[in-house]
Nanobody, 115 residues
């Protein structure tokens, strides 16, 4: 059973923007606001790594490669976490996963940055 669902991926040109959304399922929606949530990504042929993470209080952590370009935020009223991605680069191409680490993961959404 998928407990978090990502949306918003797609194909974008270098320098463009995308916003990813992550919505918890009904079964965990009420409690999800109490936990850290994060976005991770897995480029082709590489391991999955942290992109950004946000805790229940709103404090954030970013990978060095995205700091200043990506912004993670959460809407606790709607129980949704967002990843705003600006100035996208080809090296940002990956499958992006939403998670309530360490055990709850979405199925991923593809982001492709290419001209």
């Amino acid at each position: 059973q998928v407990q978090v669902v990502e949306s918003g991926g797609g194909l974008v040109q270098p320098g463009g923007s995308l916003r990813l959304s992550c919505a918890p399922s009904r079964s965990i929606r009420r409690i999800s606001s109490q936990f850290d949530m994060g976005w991770y990504r897995q480029p082709p042929g590489k391991e999955r790594d942290l992109v950004a993470r946000i805790n229940a209080g709103g404090s954030t952590t970013y990978a060095d490669s995205v700091r200043g370009r990506f912004t993670i935020s959460r809407d606790n009223f709607n129980n949704t976490v967002y990843l705003q991605m600006n100035n996208l680069k080809p090296e940002d191409t990956a499958v992006y996963y939403c998670a309530i680490p360490p055990n709850i993961w979405g199925q991923g959404t593809q982001v492709t940055v290419s001209s």
